[in-house]
């Protein structure tokens, strides 16, 4: 029997760090499409894309909780391949108008301006 590759890719950094949870972490990619996963996860893994955002309105509407400090997540390409663990360092709320430009530098996509 075959293990799913995010399982594998989970029981290999657990076997390498003694302090991981054995909790597999939620696995998901970016964005709603192929093109836009496959970028940010790529800026993930060169260390340029190091912030998120989401719409407020989306946890709500899904009924799902605001991610939190600390939380891991398992990033994946479109196609559901496993390519990195992230963890939620720190968690901000504000009006979409109030992204600040370091804020959007840390995101890391496009030009990495507040324009983009």
């Not at 594998?8 to 696995?27: G, L």
């Not at 009924?63 to 968690?91: D, Y």
């Amino acid at each position: 029997m075959h293990q799913h590759p995010v399982a594998r890719f989970w029981d290999r950094y657990r076997a390498t760090n003694a302090c991981a949870p054995s909790d597999q972490p939620v696995a998901e990619h970016f964005c709603d499409n192929e093109t836009d996963a496959d970028v940010c996860v790529k800026l993930v893994l060169a260390g340029i894309k190091r912030a998120t955002a989401s719409a407020l309105a989306s946890y709500q509407e899904d009924c799902e909780p605001v991610p939190a400090s600390g939380k891991l997540t398992i990033i994946t390409n479109w196609a559901g391949e496993a390519k990195a663990l992230i963890r939620t360092h720190t968690v901000t709320i504000c009006r979409f108008g109030d992204v600040s430009p370091d804020f959007a530098a840390l995101e890391g996509e496009g030009d990495g301006t507040l324009a983009w």
